[in-house]
């Protein structure tokens, strides 16, 4: 264990004592058999999330292989497990039986002579349909993934394979006939994404290819055929295309259902760095066509980000997870390209986002995702704060004088009488660090400035500017839901139409939330602050 002097563990054990429950979420297993180790403080820790998975150690990037089985949710993940940057991928692994608390496993896939595991998919096949269940009848779990192999030259060769899984995908076997698609051409080509289409009864995968993503079909997961590809100058293409996503939503209040493609790109994202785009539109089976309302808004501007803010990246659907309302379920890497490997953490390194739904709308403005938190949050809700009718004027303490650590809670606001002024929430420390987010009416955007949050020297492109997200909701009404860990915010604004995440630093827990007016005084008609407990 690192040693620490002694203003490093006052600071500890001050940091300890303002986390009411503050715990290693990696499960709730490992927390009684390690407790002891949990609550060591080393400096490292301070920055642990309350309740966003992290590796216990290592690296951590994009989710993969998400699927839901008998009772649990599966989350494997990019992971090198030797050092606390990017190195030879792995796919970690954790269960789930909510999509908030989190329990590591062993890895479930090392590199091997075709190359280090990249980010994939994986599906229950329930009809055994690719005979790799270990009788007629079982049912197997089939991982697909991407091969990268270093060429030595700077080059790598990416190829995709499979593994599956006899034990709920606990442990993975190879398939012994990878790679199950080849590659002599393509440089970048990688993080196969594969769907039960339905309507067609068959395998459908989506594949990045550079500039564009590909689409394969497939009866049994291990023959796939090439079909189509789509977006070459369509969207953004700031950076190369990776971890895309295809499925079908219900639009919401209707009997119509589209199909959504996700493209990550990095960089070229709407505030630097990496970032993932949505399409709209419809897939025939062989072709994904963009819907032609949608195609002509987002060739006007394109706004179509799952998130604005700078730390969701890579983010994709569980499969075999569907809600009854049709809703599908995500998560993200809660981190950018641009700094993911220098944050001020050591023992290990990045955190994903929560666990979020994804639904359809359509309105006069188009059609729009809306991203929320899942409601297996909601059993997390401890203490709650409330006021109401606040008369705004200049900038207001929103706990009143209390001073509570606000690093695990869920915040709901409501503001109905803003009309032509902006907004500002700040969380604020007693080391004068303050977190500002809110609404500039004179640019209808929303924003989150993390400048002055705390460490950000790092790397100059943490703060470097003040990430914003154009305001699509025409509500007359400004309502969010805020989503506050130790060094993460989830900004939830117009039930889930715009969408900020951010990760920060801070030298102390933050303890004071308050909101000013500009241009405009206003009512804050209710705000509501849950705190959430993880014990
Ligand atoms: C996205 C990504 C993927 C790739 C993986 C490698 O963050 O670059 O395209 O499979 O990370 O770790």
């Known amino acids: 264990m690192k040693t620490i002097n002694h203003r490093n563990l006052l ?20 927390n009684v058999a390690e407790s002891s180790e949990a609550r060591t403080y080393t400096e490292e820790e301070l920055y642990r999330p309350n309740f966003h998975f992290t590796p216990k150690k290592g690296w951590m ?24 940057v990017w190195g030879p991928m792995h796919w970690g692994h954790a269960i789930s039986t909510d999509m908030i608390t989190w329990t590591e496993q062993p890895i479930a896939l090392y590199p091997d ?6 980010s994939g998919s994986a599906v229950v096949d329930i009809s055994n349909s ?35 899984s006899n034990d709920e995908g606990k442990t993975f076997t190879k398939f012994d006939g990878n790679p199950v698609i080849d590659n002599t051409k393509i440089k970048d080509f990688r993080d196969p994404k594969v769907t039960w289409d339905e309507a067609r009864n068959k395998w459908v995968m989506v594949l990045a290819a550079g500039d564009k993503i590909m689409f394969y079909d497939s009866k049994d997961l291990k023959n796939w055929n090439l079909l189509s590809d789509f977006g070459q100058g369509i969207g953004g293409h700031g950076g190369v295309w990776e971890c895309p996503d295809l499925f079908e939503l219900p639009v919401l209040g209707t009997d119509e259902s589209k199909w959504v493609l996700f493209v990550s790109i990095n960089p070229g994202g709407p505030n630097g760095g990496s970032a993932t785009q949505y399409f709209i539109g419809d897939f025939d089976g062989t072709k994904f066509t963009m819907d032609k309302d949608f195609e002509k808004r ?11 803010g700078r730390d969701n990246y890579a983010g994709v659907t569980w499969s075999n997870a569907r809600k009854k309302d049709g809703s599908m379920l995500m998560m993200g890497w809660m ?31 188009g059609y729009r995702l809306l991203f929320n938190p899942v409601s297996e949050l909601n059993n997390y809700r401890g203490t709650k704060f409330e006021e109401k009718n606040i008369q705004i004027k200049e900038e207001t303490n929103l706990i009143g004088t209390n001073e509570i650590d606000l690093s695990s809670s869920e915040i709901h606001f409501n503001i109905s009488d803003l009309q032509t002024g902006s907004y500002t929430f700040k969380l604020k420390n007693k080391v004068g660090d303050e977190l500002k987010f809110g609404f500039n009416h004179t640019n209808n955007t929303y924003y989150v400035n993390r400048q002055n949050s705390g460490k950000v020297g790092f790397e100059e492109k943490f ?40 990760i920060f630093f801070p030298n102390q827990p933050y303890t004071q939330l308050s909101i000013e007016p500009h241009g405009q005084e206003f009512i804050l008609d209710s705000i509501e602050i849950n705190k959430l407990k993880f014990n």
């Open 335 to 365: 981190s950018n390209w641009d700094y993911a490997q220098k944050v001020p953490t050591e023992k290990w390194r990045s955190a994903m986002t929560i666990a979020r739904t994804i639904q359809l709308q359509k309105n006069e403005s």
């Open 11 to 30: 600071f500890a054990v001050m940091w300890c004592l303002f986390l009411v429950g503050c715990k290693n979420t990696t499960g709730s297993k490992q």
């Open 298 to 308: 987002l060739n006007e501007n394109h706004n179509y980000w799952i998130d604005f």
């Open 61 to 84: 990037n994009d989710p993969n292989g998400m699927f839901y089985y008998n009772g649990y949710y599966h989350l494997y993940f990019q992971h090198y497990p030797d050092d606390n």
């Open 113 to 118: 002579e075709l190359g280090t595991i990249f």
């Open 463 to 502: 703060a470097n500017k003040v990430s914003v997200a154009p305001r699509t909701s025409t509500s007359k009404e400004f309502t969010g839901t805020i989503l506050l860990d130790k060094t993460s915010i989830e900004l939830f604004f117009d039930n889930g139409e715009t969408v900020m995440t951010e």
């Open 130 to 164: 690719s005979g790799l269940g270990d009788t007629e009848r079982s049912i197997p779990v089939v991982a697909m993934y991407t091969s990268s192999k270093e060429l030595g030259d700077g080059n790598w060769k990416q190829t995709q394979s499979i593994a599956y």
